[in-house]
């Protein structure tokens, strides 16, 4: 006789979801949203409009004419009907300021690396992957079905040797330029340099680089000298330097093709919406022709940084926008954030498994338009509630 089986009835499918929940709550690592008006009260330290471009008068303006002429949404996919003619300007613009042959526009900068990786990545070739990238990145790495190992974080040398023990046919080495946890920036230069020797592709996320670093704000990509190089594939966002939403992929022409008939998150995604495109389109242009944004941006993050650290603080070196301050604990982390926001002072709070190291931190992001004044209440609310 088989062994008789239970009846199928009505039961609590995700009752195991409370003991997840209840082991994140003791760790101190659940997370809430937080609802913000349309006039914040706080200062804010937390968010990614690093050259103050969301709110600038030109970049409203061209939101606003575009939502009236085209509508609030693309329509459609990049290749039916949610292509506009924003949306090819903008690609040509970005392409001709960074320095590359083409660029294609994506819905996020998520999706953008998700689309890179790919179809870069196939399987049985070869990513070496930097420890501490972004999620988007790994999670193109799961999809791409490509073998990967990660290499010690901002070491040229530990990708040598994996590029060098390698068996696969092709390989691909992939970083961000600025790390987003700590803000240290990557000597993309030495990596290229290791990538040519093993006859390797380089991927670069540029999303914390592009309007920051650079004469310009150019980006990491084209300020190391990489821009236009054969073998060099640059992501980045239109949500951070330029204020609105949406991502690229910018290249050689042949690749940025490539991506464009064979990335599944560009090919079955509704296009980037006419009026994020315009907003991005207006912030480039802006960008272009007020080149001393970038450096304010840079300078307001080195005088946070310095403060800090000669208060004592763990402070991460500046080296572009974002300037981190460990904590002693996840939860102590997150009470330090929101005893600065209770202060009238945004700022991030970071905790696995955001961080690939385990350290919660807070993180101060600098923003061209910040004031001094505005500076120095950022620096006093911080140590008033620094739980060190």
Known sequence: MGTERQPRGPHDVFAWIDDSTRRRDRAGLTRRLQVRGARPQAIDFGGNDYLGLTRHPDVVRAVADAALTWGAGSTGSRLATGTTELHAELERELAEFAGAEAALVFSSGYLANLGAVTVLARPGSLIASDAFNHASLIDGYRLSGADVVDTEHGAPRALERVLAAREQHRAVAVTESVFSVDGDLVDLRAVLDVCRRHGAGLLVDDAHGFGV??????????????????????????????????????????????????????????????????????????????????????????????????????????????????????????????????????????????????????????????????????IRVVLEHSPW
Request: glycine share 8%.
């Open 213 to 378: 670093v650079g004469e310009r704000g150019e980006g990491a990509v084209a300020a190391a000298g990489l821009a236009g190089r054969p073998d060099v594939v640059t992501t980045l966002t239109l949500s951070k330097s330029l204020g609105a939403q949406g991502g690229a992929v910018i290249g050689p022409r042949r690749v940025i093709e490539h991506v464009m008939n064979t990335a599944r998150s560009f090919l079955f995604d509704t296009g980037l919406a006419p009026a994020a495109a315009a907003g991005a389109l207006a912030a480039l242009r802006v960008l272009r022709d007020e080149p001393d944004r970038p450096a304010r941006t840079r300078a307001v993050a080195v005088a946070l940084a310095e403060r800090l650290a000669a208060a004592g603080l763990p402070a991460t070196e500046a080296q572009a926008a974002v300037v981190s301050v460990r904590g002693p604990s996840a939860a102590q982390t997150a009470q330090w954030a929101q005893d600065c926001l209770a202060d009238g002072l945004k700022v991030a709070c970071f905790r696995p498994p955001s961080v690939p190291d385990r350290f919660s931190r807070i993180r101060l992001t600098s923003r061209a338009d910040l004031t001094d004044a505005e500076i120095d209440r950022a």
